[in-house]
């Protein structure tokens, strides 16, 4: 059952003058191409309705960062600060406000950009709703007044807004890899949709955009945060279909044709993929399991490769209530791009591994999260043995510790010191040198102190006996 969602008479000259055009736009839960027909009257006019056909769906023949040349970005600096400055005013309808934005725009792309960061800017976020509850606050001129509705709302004032630029535009509903997401419990075919989002018809392929994930995230309390991301501007659709599922119709090709992917997944293969977040798609991350739920015995290891330098990536293990089990994880770093996180939890159980990580260069910012996976480890040693404690020098230089490979080492006690990396030209444990060989391993034997003190691994890259020495390694003596 298709609804009227944006009605507008436009005066058009025609051969016999100037006569009222209506443009009629209609949403339905099939969103296929085809013509519309119906018929309208009114004091002294009436005439037939026809919609355009939706343009074909096909696979994106560019991807996002083909189509935008430097050119546009820097064209879009001068429409998003022109966006963020609209005065009030110019926003009390959503023809008013596409009139504001538009003398800035000579393109769909950048008609398209202007709405996106205006709304993204401007349009704040509700509490979690279903998808069919308070409906109201959904439609465009009730969104614009209030300026705060949730995922339904934003969809909707942006295909508003579009159809109002002459731009085409669907607003597609379904599942959507939330803050409040659980792998445990996977999408089925009979949810409710719960988020809606948007695909508009820009050089000459579909493309997605996201408002409200653009403008803002719930952290996993469901408190939202507003904070823009360009990410969710014309997404690429291999990095979408990660955690956008359409659910637009019960007939599968509809919803497969939506995907834009030249393979199609599965709602089943969409719960079995991992979510990762909008920077861990950004920075090409590849990894060993694309499982959410790792089942193993004892310990696992996961390997993470990046298309960008990182400086570090971190590891943090907990249980389901939140308990911290770090010591039971470590990073080792192989090469300038791949990562290995071994778990080795204490003993069976769920646990919640997260993984962050820090782009080289960029000093003042936190690691961001990249992923989480829910661990379930059905089998452990009698005695579990912490991991050592890694420094971040240690992935710097690449370093891989071969043994010992416990955090806690017995006191008064001969121990075998044993890694090894192509970068360092010294190591040594405290003040006692390690031999290197000539594969880059260095290997000694030391004598542990008493309980309740530590020992560290320390390397340097330079030969100097007076060069700097940095931290690798910490362990523990009891």
Not at 280 to 286: D, H, P, Q, T, V
């Amino acid at each position: 059952m298709a609804k009227i969602v944006f009605i507008e008479t436009i005066p058009k000259p025609t051969r016999m003058g100037n006569s009222p055009t209506v443009e009629v736009y209609l949403t339905s839960d099939d969103v296929v191409s085809g013509d519309v027909v119906g018929f309208f009257c009114g004091p002294g006019n009436q005439g037939r309705i026809r919609s355009k056909p939706v343009p074909n769906l096909k696979v994106p023949g560019f991807k996002k960062k083909d189509i935008l040349a430097d050119k546009d970005l820097e064209k879009f600096g001068e429409i998003d600060e022109h966006a963020l400055h609209t005065p009030s005013n110019a926003a009390s309808s959503v023809k008013s406000l596409v009139n504001y934005l538009a003398p800035m725009t000579a393109t769909d792309v950048e008609k398209v950009r202007a709405i996106y960061r205006w709304i993204t800017a401007n349009i704040s976020h509700e509490a979690s709703h279903s998808m069919d509850d308070d409906s109201m606050t959904s439609e465009p001129s009730t969104v614009l007044g209030r300026r705060c509705t949730h995922a339904d709302g934003y969809a909707t004032l942006f295909a508003a807004m579009c159809k109002s630029a002459g731009v085409p535009v669907v607003t597609l509903s379904g599942f959507a890899k939330r803050f409040d997401y659980d792998p445990e419990i996977p999408f089925t075919s009979r949810d409710k949709p719960n988020h809606s989002w948007n695909a508009v018809f820009v050089e000459e392929d579909w493309r997605f955009v996201d408002c409200c994930w653009g403008a803002g995230r719930e952290d996993e309390a469901g408190r939202w945060t507003p904070k823009f991301e360009e990410f969710w501007f014309l997404t690429d659709p291999d990095k979408f279909i990660n955690d956008h599922y359409p659910c637009t119709s019960t007939d599968t090709k509809i919803i497969t044709n939506w995907q834009l992917m030249k393979q199609p997944i599965s709602l089943d293969e969409f719960n079995k993929t991992v979510r990762l977040e909008e920077v861990c798609k950004e920075w090409g991350i590849e990894l060993s399991y694309t499982e959410p739920i790792l089942i193993f015995r004892k310990e696992i290891h996961i390997t993470l490769a990046a298309s960008v330098l990182l400086r570090n990536v971190i590891a943090t293990l907990e249980t389901v209530d939140r308990v911290s089990m770090d010591e039971y994880t470590v990073v080792y770093r192989f090469d300038t791009l791949t990562f290995s996180i071994q778990c080795r939890p204490p003993s069976p159980g769920t646990y919640v591994l997260k993984i962050f990580g820090k782009r080289d260069g960029v000093q003042s910012e936190r690691p961001k999260l990249l992923l989480r996976y829910n661990l379930k480890c059905t089998d452990c040693n009698n005695y579990v043995k912490s991991l050592p404690y890694v420094y971040t020098h240690a992935q710097t230089y690449q370093c891989t510790l071969h043994e010992p490979n416990s955090r806690e080492l017995p006191s008064k006690s001969e121990v075998r010191i044993r890694l090894s990396s192509s970068h360092l030209r010294q190591v040594n444990v405290e003040d006692i040198p390690l031999e290197c060989d000539e594969n880059g391993t260095w290997e000694g034997v030391v004598m542990t102190p008493q309980a309740g003190e530590t020992i560290v691994i320390f390397g340097s890259t330079s030969d100097e006996l007076q060069g700097r020495f940095n931290s690798l390694y910490k362990f523990f003596i009891v």
